[in-house]
């Protein structure tokens, strides 16, 4: 199983669930579950207690995780989304590759 193939800083489409189509940032991989938190989606509400290093306490709004198969990376060319292939690259590195465009995926 190949894993997590998107990193932080990767602008993301949604292709599945309840926030289907919504896109933003990948702030956080998490590889060992198959997750992925972006930016904008996914936002819960938990209730804070006050407590002495929060002594206001309330309501904070904060992005849950959602499983990796469900976003699909935008190609940096043409921003629309892609499966994405690993190859070697000229110097003998891995880099990532856009199968759609076959261009070169930057690291963010």
Request: glycine fraction near 12%; avoid cysteine.
């Amino acid at each position: 199983m190949p894993g997590v193939r998107v990193r932080r800083g990767d602008r993301v489409r949604v292709i599945s669930g309840n926030y289907r189509g919504q896109e933003g940032t990948i702030l956080r991989v998490e590889p060992d579950k198959n997750r992925v938190v972006v930016e904008g989606v996914n936002v819960r509400k938990r209730h804070r207690k006050p407590s002495q290093t929060d002594p206001e306490g309330g309501i904070v709004s904060f992005e849950a995780p959602i499983h990796a198969s469900n976003v699909m990376l935008l190609d940096p060319a043409s921003g629309e989304p892609t499966r994405i292939r690993s190859q070697a690259g000229e110097d003998g590195k891995r880099e990532r590759v856009a199968v759609r465009s076959g261009r070169v995926i930057p690291k963010a």
